[in-house]
């Protein structure tokens, strides 16, 4: 069983940045990043294989939000900038231990989930 750990949220205002990071305790084929925002429901953010540089993200966040990761470390990362109030939420990291055919976007996809860190964007 791989354990998943987030770290880096926090409060700040919009127009802010933040860098989260998620470190995972083994291997993992690929990892994204969802958020929940009270009353909503769970969303993906942005996903990234372990192997080669292919990512994608929620047209949401596309341009505001990079995805990257240190293999070595087995952590991966969520660069946000031009943070807004939307923004706000609960983000989690995810991973699949391989390949499963189940498109990026969707939770029963992942195998493997952290316990969140929040984020908060003050107008």
């Known amino acids: 069983q791989v354990q998943l750990v987030e770290s880096g949220g926090g409060s700040v205002q919009a127009g802010g940045s933040l860098r989260l990071s998620c470190a995972a305790s083994g291997y993992t084929y690929s990892t994204s990043w969802f958020r929940q925002a009270p009353g909503k429901e769970r969303e993906a953010v942005a996903f990234i294989y372990t192997a080669g540089a292919s990512t994608s993200y929620a047209d949401s966040v596309k341009g505001r939000f990079t995805i990257s990761r240190d293999n070595a470390k087995n952590t991966v990362f969520l660069q946000m900038d031009s943070l807004k109030p939307e923004d706000t939420a609960m983000y989690y990291c995810?991973?699949?231990?391989?390949?499963?055919?189940?498109?990026?976007?969707?939770?029963?996809?992942?195998?493997?989930w952290g316990q969140g860190t929040q984020v908060t964007v003050s107008s």
């Open positions: 995810a991973a699949r231990r391989s390949r499963n055919g189940i498109t990026w976007f969707q939770e029963s996809g992942y195998d493997y």
